[in-house]
């Protein structure tokens, strides 16, 4: 019997610690698996017993990449359990907030994670010394996603200025304005970006998705929205929550999620893409015709274009926020009492975000249960994998691995905040 052995101890450019691993036998694709073998941290346990309200600090903890996503959506939760809802003014506070971290992740993710890939370099180092340019158009890009989290919630990383009900405070008029010019000089580091991954050399394949992700008919769905699907889902976060399976693998130390049915399912940048390419500022959309890029995109490889098209509506969205800037007074929305069953949802720059908790009538948390974007991608981001080993057993060992390798990080998954090299192995009988 012939058998191949595709495995990678320790997975490169990603948040956290993982491998993966894929045995042939005779031509045939037997075994894949995504493992994820970082020790879980038990945040939902951790919250029980806590305030309500202290919630948004002890989540935003789970990932220091896109802690916002975390502090919102334990905020829309709280929210719903309390049945209040931000102001005008708070809730484009917040969408600005997260315009900054959709603009640092993605730089983060599209120029020092990604890239390198499509230069066949091992690392970020790399590829700037090919591509010096390009490295510094993206830290320029990181570094104003980063200002603006900063000046919105008070420091780039797990921000102190978000709070259940809205902020702790109001940025003023003056410090606002101070985000125009970084961010216009954003938007064309942005457009450029498109071009830039657009010329990319992207293998052929495409997968028949089920796509989730927030949808808001009047924009492009960041911070809140009703959940739909490409299998025709509209669904309020609550309804949707209940969907939503997971279970136990052995080869995981992360959930994996599926909906009700069985089915696996795609959050994130494709998601959102197919979902909402209407609700795409003019821009944006501009940009992604530019370089011929319709939707759906099926071709998981060009992923990487589909974030550059979300970093420029981040950057205009932004702007089109900072333009129109009041201070909102008071500049959060005061609950009187938070008692019941809240679930939120926000688009973290990897995908869809669900907090649900059960709080009592002291306004003390009794149950959690936080659904990152990995662990609904899991599923997915494997039968990707099958699929690339397939189409690629022509390849030798070495191009192979590299093109799983690829296949992982084309969904950017958020294990947790780390990155580091170990070495590739390649096992053959």
């Not at 274009?305 to 909102?328: G, H, K, M, N, Q």
Request: charged share 25%; hydrophobic share 40%.
């Amino acid at each position: 019997m012939d058998e191949r052995t595709i495995s990678v101890e320790g997975l490169s450019r990603v948040e956290g610690e993982g491998s993966l691993r894929a045995v042939v036998r005779d031509g045939v694709v037997h075994e894949v698996e995504l493992a994820i073998f970082e020790p879980p941290r038990f945040f939902e346990a951790l919250l029980v017993g806590r305030d309500a309200h202290e919630a948004p600090d002890i989540t935003s903890r789970i990932c220091g990449i896109c802690p916002v996503a975390y502090q919102l959506t334990a905020c829309r939760a709280i929210e719903a359990a309390a049945g209040v809802t931000g102001t005008a003014g708070i809730e484009a506070l917040r969408r600005l907030l997260y315009c900054g971290e959709w603009i640092q992740s993605h730089a983060l993710h599209v120029y020092l994670l990604h890239a390198p890939d499509f230069f066949g370099c091992r690392d970020a180092l790399e590829l700037a010394k090919r591509e010096p340019e390009a490295v510094r158009r993206g830290l320029e890009l990181k570094k104003v996603g980063n200002l603006i989290m900063e000046t919105v919630g008070g420091r780039a990383i797990h921000p102190v200025n978000v709070r259940v009900g809205g902020f702790y405070r109001s940025p003023t008029s003056e410090q606002i304005a101070t985000l125009e010019q970084p961010l216009r000089r954003a938007r064309e580091l942005a457009l450029s970006t498109v071009e830039w991954v657009a010329g990319f050399s992207f293998p052929r394949i495409d997968r028949d998705y089920l796509f989730v992700a927030l949808h808001d008919p009047t924009h492009y769905a960041i911070e809140a929205g009703r959940v739909r699907s490409s299998s025709g889902l509209d669904l309020s976060p609550a309804e949707f929550e209940k969907l939503v399976l997971e279970e136990h693998l052995a080869h995981s130390t992360a959930l994996h999620a599926r909906l009700e049915g069985r089915d696996a399912y795609l959050t994130g940048p494709l998601a959102r893409f197919a979902l909402n390419y209407a609700q795409l500022g003019s821009l944006a959309r501009g940009a992604a015709e530019s370089v011929g890029l319709t939707s759906p995109v099926t071709n998981p490889f060009r992923s990487i274009v589909v974030r550059a098209i979300e970093l420029v509506e981040a950057c205009d969205e932004a702007l089109r926020i900072v333009a129109t800037y009041d201070p909102p007074e008071p500049a959060f929305v005061s609950l009187d009492s938070v008692k019941g069953v809240g679930v939120g949802a926000t688009e973290a720059p990897r995908g869809l975000l669900l907090h649900r908790y059960e709080i009592d009538a002291t306004g003390i948390i009794t149950a959690a249960r936080i659904v990152p974007p990995t662990s609904q991608n899991q599923a997915t981001i494997e039968a990707d994998l099958r699929r690339v080993v397939e189409d690629g057993l022509a390849l030798d060992d070495d191009a192979l691995t590299s093109r799983c390798e690829q296949a992982v990080r084309n969904h950017d998954p958020c294990i947790s905040c780390a990155a580091h090299f170990l070495d590739v192995k390649v096992a053959r009988r």
